[in-house]
């Protein structure tokens, strides 16, 4: 009975002991995804932190110059800190999903920025483990269709042009009625397109049902989520494709 009793006991300090270092580890990489940075040569200041934008997704927009860059989980290198390594060598910034994992060797976990450029922007996605990069090349066109428009969603050809700033390529804005149209689908939703039809390139909140007048957040391709009106009005509506920011006031 004792050794029956003894061996249940190792078994049952066997099982707490391997739930204690799988909670350890979870937790050690939960606490990991609430920042990240960038560091090395190639980030200017030497080091820039990354803005979390939701559904695990951390992103950079601004100048990267040619040299080594790091991501890692603490501002300051440490016992603690993870790099994330890309999973093939001499891995480039500039890609379209590269996979990663975490590291705790920041010498063997750079990433390599070819050209200095203004207008990178990189994005990482903790939940399908990728780093995303591109030198942001201005948009030649953006429009605005939708139920809340006046040209619905059967609007391929005929969706409303808005206006590029002059001085900054990225930044356009429109000023248009947007209300609710009972006799369409989603009467009271829009979204942005790049072109004058529905593909390929898109605008979309990261919730769908997003208000226009407090969402402030965007982002290009993804799920097919709208914009919603919960105010009929004129609109003026200013779009940063580099920043990806979107804001909204009704004039009228």
């Known amino acids: ?145 939708g139920g809340a428009t006046e040209v619905g969603w059967k609007s391929e050809g005929k969706m409303l042009l808005m206006e590029q700033d002059i001085d900054n390529p990225y930044l356009w804005t429109w000023e248009g009625e947007l209300r609710e149209h009972p006799n369409v689908e989603e009467p009271r939703s829009f979204k942005f397109q790049g072109q004058d039809r529905w593909h390929p390139k898109s605008l979309h909140p990261y919730v769908q049902d997003a208000d226009i007048l407090t969402d402030q957040q965007l982002h290009t391709g993804g799920p097919d989520t709208k914009w919603t009106i919960s105010t009929e009005g004129r609109y003026h509506i200013a779009i940063d494709l580099f920043n990806e920011t979107v804001s909204a006031k009704i004039v009228k």
């Open 1 to 145: 009975m004792r050794i029956l009793s003894h061996t249940i006991m190792k078994r049952l300090f066997i099982c707490l002991s391997l739930v204690a270092l799988h909670f350890s580890l979870f937790m050690s990489s939960a606490a990991a995804q609430d920042a990240l940075w960038l560091t090395g040569s190639a980030v200017p200041g030497g080091q820039q932190q990354l803005k979390a934008v939701g559904n695990g997704q951390y992103k950079y927009a601004g100048t990267l110059n040619a040299g080594e860059l790091y991501v890692q989980t603490t501002r300051k290198a440490g016992g603690s800190t993870r790099y994330l390594k890309a999973l093939l060598p001499d891995a480039t910034v500039a890609n379209h999903g590269q996979q990663y994992a975490e590291s705790t060797d920041g010498n063997k976990s750079a990433w390599q920025v070819d050209v200095t450029d203004d207008h990178y922007k990189v994005c990482i996605d903790t939940k399908a483990k990728t780093l995303h990069g591109e030198i942001f090349v201005p948009w030649g066109e953006l429009f605005i269709a």
